[in-house]
């Protein structure tokens, strides 16, 4: 969130990067409650009720991105990031069906959240 333009005084540069060190950095919690689901992001293990959610990984992929930005808009193409990698061949609806599946495993297991979509921008976790 900052640049400094050539040429630089190392003066500069110094007193910019203590400053940027002195900024408290965000923590992420390891483990997120939302409604009965209970996501570890270590692990990377879902849970309701005590009881392991049996996702395949990419949906526990799909689900971790949701839960890091819980409460906000993640991009589709911030999906596929998180999801796929750089040699993946990415079929146009397979992300569609993670999260058509993963919709439904959450339902069924009675989990108390859902995922939104929200049309032009992306998909949203959210408490039930």
């Known amino acids: 969130d900052d640049y400094l333009v050539k ?11 203590r400053a940027v060190s002195r900024r408290p950095t965000e923590m992420v919690t390891p483990v997120l409650q939302l409604g009965r689901l209970r996501f570890d992001f270590e692990s990377l293990q879902a849970q309701v009720e005590g009881q392991a959610l049996a996702l395949p990984r ?3 992929l799909v689900l971790q991105a949701l839960a890091l930005r819980q409460g906000r808009t993640v991009t589709r193409s911030g ?10 061949d ?10 058509s599946k993963l919709r439904k495993a ?3 297991a009675g989990a108390g959240v859902e995922i939104h979509v929200i049309r032009g921008v992306g998909y949203l976790l959210a408490e039930a």
């Open 90 to 99: 990415i079929q146009s609806n397979a992300l569609d069906a993670h999260i």
């Open 58 to 60: 990419r949906q526990l």
């Open 79 to 88: 999906l596929e990031e998180a999801v796929y990698g750089f040699d993946d």
């Open 106 to 108: 959450l339902q069924q």
């Open 7 to 17: 040429p630089v005084a190392i003066e500069e540069l110094m007193a910019r990067i």
